[in-house]
Structures are given as structure tokens and as C-alpha cells.
């Protein structure tokens, strides 16, 4: 699995973005957030450290895979879920993750429907 690079934004050829994604690649955590995160989700991913769970996230939210699925919500935040492992990534407009955590299938689903476009 290729991460997005210069050729690769917005993990599509057009390099522009679609209702599936709405950033160009994640650029870092948002500051307001990530140790907030960290602790409430750090026992899902085993990470020792707050730098290892956002470099676990900044690795997904970048990862390009047709496993992946994905929206945009209203706001234009991108939902990037992984059905094989249950992570799920919130990416705002901007390249700012938003959130890092697990779901099970049917959580995700659930939160399609209440935030897709």
C-alpha cells in the first residue's frame, strides 16, 4: 500500500478531492486534541506514548488502500475506516486529524448515516 505523496493527493489521479475525501494527505494531530485522545483511546492501539498513537494515525490517515472507506461529512471532515482492523480516522479539511479510534462495522455505519453529506 502506496502513501499519498505529490503524484497521489487526495488519494485519487485526479488529485482533486471527491465525497470520498476532502484532504489533500494528513499533515499532523490537532494540537487542541491529541493527548485528550491519547488517553481515552490509548488501550485500543497498545501504544506506549502520545508520539507513537499520532504517528500510528498520521501512517493510516495517509495510508491509500481499496480496503479503505470513506466520506466526507457536512462539515467536510473525512471518516477513513479500515473494516479489517476497525480503526477509524477523522481528517478535518484542512489535513488536521481530528480523532483516532476504534469501531466495530456497524458503528461506522451508524456514523455514516448520521454524518454523510
Keep these: 500500500m502506496s502513501s499519498k505523496g505529490a503524484s ?3 488519494g485519487n489521479t485526479k488529485g482533486k478531492p471527491s465525497k ?4 489533500q494527505w ?3 494531530f490537532n494540537d487542541d486534541t491529541s493527548m ?3 488517553v481515552k483511546h490509548e488501550s485500543k492501539f497498545f501504544s506506549p506514548s502520545e508520539e507513537e498513537y499520532i504517528k500510528s ?3 493510516f490517515a ?3 488502500s481499496l ?5 466526507v461529512d457536512r462539515k467536510g471532515s473525512t471518516y477513513k475506516y479500515d473494516p479489517r482492523t476497525g480503526k477509524l480516522a477523522i481528517i478535518d479539511k484542512r489535513g488536521y486529524i481530528i480523532s483516532y479510534f476504534t469501531v466495530e462495522e456497524k458503528q461506522f455505519q451508524h456514523i455514516r448515516n448520521e454524518k454523510e453529506k
Design 8 to 10: 497521489n493527493r487526495y
Design 67 to 71: 480496503f479503505h472507506k470513506m466520506f
Design 57 to 59: 494515525a498520521m501512517t
Design 20 to 23: 470520498h475525501i476532502n484532504y
Design 26 to 28: 494528513a499533515k499532523d
Design 36 to 38: 485528550k485522545h491519547f
Design 62 to 64: 495517509n495510508t491509500v
